[in-house]
């Protein structure tokens, strides 16, 4: 797309009417050099979309990665270590909750 835009900005720019006799008129000078404005525009447009994407590497994706993998995979191991916590936590009360009046002292001491 960029590089279709580009040849459009090179037609435009080089754009010249058929002219009946050897003079322009005034409407059509006019028409040529807002045409070749406009072209300059497309060539100036996609080389700041050249530019941004360039950049868009350093200034979004690596960031990106980085907070995925400091932030998120710190929050994915937080996560994991409490549920083991809670999965151990439950298997223990539900032990103590099975055992009847006459177990001995040391199963409820654990």
Do not use: W
Request: charged share 40%; net charge neutral.
């Amino acid at each position: 797309l960029s590089a279709a835009k580009r040849k459009f900005a090179d037609s435009l720019n080089e754009f010249k009417f058929r002219c009946i006799g050897d003079a322009e008129t005034d409407d059509e000078i006019c028409i040529a050099k807002s045409l070749q404005e406009f072209a300059t525009v497309l060539r100036n447009l996609e080389d700041e979309r050249m530019r941004m994407i360039e950049n868009a590497s350093e200034v979004l994706i690596t960031p990106l990665e980085k907070f995925r993998k400091e932030q998120i995979g710190a929050a994915k191991d937080a996560k994991k270590k409490y549920d083991k916590e809670t999965e151990k936590y439950c298997g223990v009360l539900e032990k103590h909750l099975n055992l009847s009046s006459k177990k001995k002292e040391s199963q409820l001491q654990e």
